[in-house]
């Protein structure tokens, strides 16, 4: 169906699901239809459109009836982009928003939604009423507040029963001073589509769909904040900033001048053999790439909630056994490279006198030192991260810098040290 004009049929149109309305409402601003809809109708429609103030600033009056059928979970949002909407909210919800808005967005409280609570002597024809289907997972408290348990809509078959005959206990819940990056964890063993959320034993509200894939964004916005150095508070100062980032940038400065004096102490090598020059910035390249892969195995680890020594062995070797196959894939292509640039150049580099031995040989050996420096910067990137963590630092953040610098020092040491013993 096409998004209807102002001359369609109204029937039609309050037929149609509160996300279809939404959208036509985006589009035309009809206060005639605003007018004409009921204030538990608008208050469905409203969380989904674009021009929300438009619509509650046309409404006059009616406006307190209509804000305060709206979960808080999107009042939250029409009050901090308009302190105005404010004054429309009763007790109730004022001490809900002031209590989601003092925990802040890094703690599950701020996620809260108030709506599919119900107190356990409610009849289950009220509550299918007041749910309209919109979730099948229904919270449920007594008349003190306190957290029950909940209740399946599907099983609510009798509709003269109460609540009360249909609480299941055992179903996970949250507190609210849940850290978000701690719940990420403790989702992992779940994966439901909502949460009570607890407070000293009291049933504060929700965890909805919308809360879970809004929390989820900002946990990875956070990590992409924290790769680039950027403290969790996104407000804080350039001063701030330039805090977090310049310590682990000086790390780097350091390590690259122990890697340039590193590499110093090698220049008879490499004017013996000047090709090593050349491949060792290709096996640096490749090595880092390999580590930045092998990382994410180690994040991943320390991100779960009940990592244990062994659990964090069988994955290292997992990611081992991976770069070895990776090794012997990259090994098996350099080699016919190394060996056809050798033999099509006629590069030789120990006697003035070309021999296609060498290209052999020396294929064979690049390829060597290769396939070592792949495994060990896989070792080296899995490492950093738990050791990291085990000294309480913020791995997010180190590990990048860390990982490059030090994968650098010891495959530059490793490629040395073979060709040493090789050439």
């Not at 999107?74 to 901090?80: A, D, P, Q, Y």
């Not at 957290?147 to 179903?171: A, M, P, V």
């Not at 008879?268 to 580590?291: C, E, H, T």
Request: proline share 2%.
């Amino acid at each position: 169906m096409d998004i209807l004009t102002k001359n369609d049929s109204d029937i039609s149109l309050f037929s149609c699901s509160d996300v279809y309305i939404a959208k036509y409402l985006d589009k035309n601003l009809d206060k005639n239809l605003i007018s004409e809809l009921d204030d538990d109708r608008l208050s469905k429609i409203i969380p989904y459109t674009k021009s929300w103030s438009f619509i509650l600033d046309s409404l006059g009056p009616r406006i307190r009836n209509v804000i305060n059928r709206i979960d808080i979970y999107f009042i939250r949002k029409f009050v901090i982009s308009n302190k105005k909407y404010y004054t429309y909210l009763d007790e109730n919800n004022k001490n809900l928003l002031y209590k989601a808005l003092h925990y802040g967005n890094e703690y599950i409280g701020y996620y809260i939604s108030n709506k599919n609570i119900f107190y356990s002597d409610e009849k289950a024809s009220d509550v299918i009423i007041k749910t309209h289907n919109s979730s099948n997972i229904i919270f449920v408290k007594d008349r003190e507040e306190n957290y029950l348990g909940i209740c399946y809509l599907k099983h609510l078959i009798n509709k003269n029963d109460e609540l009360n005959n249909h609480i299941k206990h055992n179903f996970p819940k949250v507190e609210s001073k849940l850290h978000t990056s701690d719940f990420i964890r403790y989702n992992h063993h779940y994966y439901i589509e909502a949460y009570p959320v607890i407070e000293d034993g009291k049933l504060i509200g929700a965890l909805s769909n919308k809360g879970l894939n809004d929390l989820l964004e900002f946990e990875m916005d956070d990590d992409y904040y924290k790769l680039a150095g950027i403290t969790e508070n996104r407000l804080n100062t350039d001063n701030e900033h330039l805090g977090r980032k310049l310590p682990w940038l000086f790390v780097s400065l350091f390590t690259s001048f122990a890697l340039s004096m590193m590499s110093m102490t090698f220049i008879d090598k490499i004017r013996q053999v000047p090709l090593l020059a050349f491949y060792l910035f290709m096996i640096l390249l490749v090595s880092n790439g390999v580590a930045f892969q092998s990382v994410a195995a180690s994040l991943s680890f320390l991100r779960k909630r009940n990592n244990t020594v062994i659990s964090g062995l069988r994955l290292l070797y997992n990611e081992v056994k991976k770069s070895i196959i990776i090794g012997l894939v990259l090994s098996i292509i350099s080699f016919v490279i190394i060996y056809f640039v050798t033999t099509i150049f006629k590069i030789d580099y120990f006697d003035n006198v070309y021999y296609n031995s060498d290209s052999i040989k020396f294929a064979a050996d690049m390829t060597l030192i290769l396939f070592v420096s792949v495994v060990a910067s896989s070792y080296i990137a899995f490492a950093i991260p738990m050791i990291i963590d085990r000294f309480d630092y913020d791995y997010s953040i180190a590990s990048s810098i860390l990982i490059s610098s030090i994968t650098n020092i010891a495959i530059t040491s490793l490629f040395f040290l073979f060709c040493y013993i090789l050439f």
